[in-house]
């Protein structure tokens, strides 16, 4: 990602005496960040509140019209009540000495528009990721009555703490009211917008969809799918052709993600998807059968790590989890086939049967009765995150398990990990660990616990039965080779010694979506 610095100041000429202007006796210009057809922005101060904020002031032609600025207001009043990550916040308005302005906050990061000018397209995964992050956006404000009407490149901001937010809720239906009709002509730029608002028609929250369409498509192919030598050029391609596939733009493009693009941009609203829950389910399905591959830095995009919704890792991080986790359970019934038919005819080459025989117990999931989130050297509140420790054996591979974020990946001071203990409802054998989470190079231990809890044990002294490095995927671990003293117990540890890298805001957290254990119940 760019640097902020370098995003953030624009050259643009301000206007005239607003350096060091206070409007409305609160917001207190400093530096002018971006200029474009509608607004100035500023970065100031909030007087009042002594925070720093974005200030967004109409230029004088707007200001001027009543009508406009009595719309302008009303939108974002109703702005102003949308409390989402992805959505830029609206403040405050003011008006003051014929300036008309809206205050938002203010946040480093650099429009989607500068990015691709910069990098001429951006990969499918990271496509998909602000494509998702926008959806939520998007939800939210369609579910509270609200259509953006402006999606485009530099509406979108990429924030340099990895969050993908949405601009300009405030603003957005006003400026389609004036933006596109002036003495009967269109100005402006057409190329985002949806052919109902090119035709005046009534508009919903699919509009949306089809703008954000075109923005994905452009992130795709590096081009938008209608161009024409004027706006009036490329409104009559809309409404009249059919956009090229984006695959015979790029060959890379994952064939389910250019088909689900090329539906957001269906003419009739009918035929696009219904909502935007609606394509945000559509996309993660391209996930699935395309599965993301690591991102550079530069283009890593994810949400508000601390927000309550579903984090990136959870969402998106393990779509292929039950898919792998079905191939691997296959594959071990076709093993273990193979086994017993080789045993069957050994037996049978050497006399058939023997009363001295054994009977080894057919190994199973065992059945998991509570888990508890092990902290024996935490600080302050006992646990580790304990609110989401069941979410490790819920069957929902959507959900998980995490530690909380650290500075760095090896713990601090004498602290030398977190874990998860998992408590089995009887003794068992146990034969194998799954665990589904994770793919940024955490390392840990399994130990196996002839308890019935956690009490008393130290891993830092007791000796596990497994360790595992460099996690880049599923931890599948055969204990079978071990003796069966060493893996039988009543409970059984996921203890984590390294964070692997961190996420986004630079945290260091591991999460663990599903675990299974095999085995079987215990003999003696």
């Known amino acids: 990602m760019p640097n902020p610095t370098d995003v953030t100041r624009v050259q643009a000429a301000p206007v005239q005496g607003f350096v060091g202007l206070t409007l409305c006796g609160r917001y207190k210009l400093h530096d002018l960040i971006g200029s474009g057809g509608m607004a100035q922005v500023w970065d100031a101060t909030d007087l009042v509140l002594g925070r720093e904020v974005a200030v967004k002031i109409l230029h004088p032609h707007l200001a001027g019209d009543e009508a406009f600025v009595t719309r302008f207001r009303a939108e974002a009043v109703s702005a102003a009540r949308l409390s989402h990550p992805n959505i830029v916040g609206v403040y405050d308005t003011c008006s003051d000495n014929g300036n008309e302005a809206i205050v938002m906050e203010l946040l480093e990061a650099t429009t989607l528009r500068t990015y691709l000018d910069e990098h001429h397209i951006v990969d499918s995964d990271t496509t998909v990721r602000i494509g998702l992050r926008l959806l939520d956006a998007l939800e939210a404000a369609h579910r509270a009555g609200l259509v953006h009407r402006d999606v485009k490149p530099s509406n979108i901001l990429l924030c340099v703490d990895g969050r993908v937010k949405i601009a300009d809720f405030g603003i957005a239906k006003a400026e389609d009211q004036t933006e596109l009709t002036q003495d009967g002509a269109l100005v402006g730029t057409a190329t985002y917008l949806s052919p109902e608002q090119l035709l005046g028609n009534k508009v919903d929250g699919r509009a949306d969809l089809y703008s954000l369409g075109i923005v994905m498509y452009e992130c795709l192919t590096g081009r938008v799918p209608f161009q024409g030598d004027t706006g009036a050029a490329v409104a009559l391609a809309r409404l009249h052709s059919v956009p090229i596939d984006p ?195 955490w390392s840990g231990s399994i130990y196996v616990i002839d308890a019935e809890n956690l009490d008393g044990l130290n891993p830092n002294t007791a000796k596990p039965v497994a360790t595992f490095q460099d996690v880049n995927g599923p931890v599948d671990l055969d204990l079978t080779q071990l003796p069966e003293p060493q893996r039988t117990g009543s409970s059984v540890l996921v203890w984590i010694t390294n964070l692997g890298s961190p996420a986004e805001d630079e945290r260091h957290r591991v999460e663990i979506a599903e675990i299974t254990l095999s085995g079987s119940a215990a003999q003696n």
């Open 247 to 441: 695959r015979r733009v790029r060959a890379d493009v994952p064939p389910a993600l250019a088909e689900t693009v090329m539906r957001t941009l269906e003419r009739d609203p009918d035929d696009r998807f219904n909502s935007a829950a609606d394509l945000r389910a559509a996309l993660l399905n391209t996930a699935v059968a395309h599965p993301p591959a690591a991102l550079p830095r530069a283009a890593e995009i994810d949400p508000d790590p601390t927000g309550p919704s579903d984090s990136f890792a959870k969402s998106e991080r393990k779509w292929l989890y039950p898919a792998l986790f079905i191939l691997l359970v296959a594959t071990a019934l076709v093993i273990a086939g193979l086994l017993v038919r080789e045993t069957t005819l050994d037996n049978a080459s050497n006399g058939g049967t023997n009363s001295a025989t054994t009977t080894v117990p057919a190994s199973t999931d065992l059945a998991i009765a509570e888990a508890i989130a092990f902290d024996p050297q935490g600080k302050g509140e006992p646990g580790e995150n304990d609110q989401l420790k069941a979410n490790a054996f819920d069957d929902n591979a959507k959900t998980a398990w995490r530690t909380e974020g650290y500075d760095t990946a090896n713990f601090f001071g004498a602290k030398k990990g977190v874990g998860l203990g998992l408590i089995l409802q009887q003794r068992s054998l146990v034969d194998g660990v799954l665990i589904e989470g994770s793919s940024n190079g």
